[in-house]
């Protein structure tokens, strides 16, 4: 991986009969590699993929097709997590064989309630990391999994085959503490979120993992960044201040979708029964945009190849 760099998720396009429209999600994949410099692509990886609502054979489909469509241009690594175990298990043994490059877990709640413990925690890694030879990207984000420490997160990255951390808090006291005691001490690359990427990279973190379209000015940003283009690179952070945080209360999905086809680059709209971003807060998101590197002439010029 060039690093620092983007872990960069595809958003999963749906059909009206809620199938998963393939057709654009080859053209999607190609964007993100091409275009957002991907330095690994995460099939399946985040909730903001809407994973969950796939049966365990579409999951496996949409993991297979996703690999397939990136075509060995850079890295995958698959998202397994799964609070059961064996499924897991499952999952990440099937991932190996397709030719992943490495498998992302959520750090699980119990199901039947309560945090686990940091035991806990480290059996269910150690059951995975036995049946594979992948290595494994440690992922933290409270909410759909369980709330870890940050001394839980430091013994969780020193295990053996954790070699990527992908912390979702935005809490620069927590990422600052952990950069330097993970990524900087050499245990496992750290990465954060759109928010943090500017932060992160200054004190020695590897990156972040983001869906489109803002991986294409996040990418736009850790090159300024490489090139000590610091002003640059703090305007383009700035661009992050209001998107995608004024629309979260649609979710992030729907607020990345609706700015997917802002740019001319439409990949439907979330899963039912959630709203898609809709009416005058769409109109508003679209001026923002345009004020945005995502609206400067080289990337209209570059997207034209992507759209149908």
């Known amino acids: 991986m060039n690093l620092p760099g983007l872990i960069v998720p595809p958003l999963t396009p749906f059909l009206d009969d809620r199938s998963v429209d393939y057709s654009t999600l080859e053209r999607e994949v190609d964007y993100i590699v091409e275009e957002c410099n991907a330095a690994m692509v995460s099939a399946a ?5 809407e994973y969950q609502y796939l049966t365990y054979e579409s999951r496996c489909e949409l993991i297979r097709r996703t690999i397939e469509f990136v075509n060995n241009r850079v890295p995958v690594i698959v998202g397994v997590s799964h609070s059961n175990v064996d499924i897991a298990i499952k999952l ?6 397709l030719g992943a490059a490495g498998v992302q877990i959520l750090a699980p709640l119990r199901p039947f309630g ?7 925690l480290m059996a269910y890694y150690d059951a995975i990391a036995i049946e594979i030879d992948l290595p494994i990207m440690l992922y933290l984000n409270p909410g759909p999994g369980c709330e870890v420490s940050p001394l839980w997160t ?31 001490s050499g245990y496992a690359h750290y990465f954060t979120t759109v928010q ?4 992160s990279i200054s004190i020695g973190g590897s990156g972040a993992t983001m869906p489109p379209p803002i991986a294409y000015i996040a990418n736009a940003l850790i090159i300024a960044f490489k090139d ?38 439409p990949i439907g709209k979330p ?17 923002l945009l ?16 992507y759209m149908v």
């Open 45 to 49: 990886g985040v909730e903001a993929t």
């Open 92 to 97: 990440s043994c099937k991932a190996q064989k």
């Open 114 to 120: 309560g945090t686990p413990t940091l035991e806990d």
């Open 154 to 184: 430091i013994e969780l990255a020193k295990m053996n085959q954790i070699k990527w951390v992908k912390e979702s808090s935005r809490d620069l006291s927590r990422c600052a503490r952990l950069i330097e005691e993970i990524d900087n």
């Open 196 to 199: 943090m990427l500017l932060a």
């Open 228 to 265: 000590k283009r610091y002003e640059e690179a703090c305007r383009l952070q700035k661009q992050f201040s209001l998107f995608p945080a004024c629309w979260m209360n649609f979710g992030l999905t729907p607020a990345l979708k609706a700015a997917m086809e802002i740019i001319g680059l």
């Open 271 to 287: 899963y039912p029964p959630f709203k898609a971003v809709e009416g005058s807060q769409l109109i508003e998101l679209k001026d």
């Open 290 to 305: 345009k004020k945005t590197y995502l609206f400067e002439e080289e990337h209209k010029a570059r997207i034209k190849k």
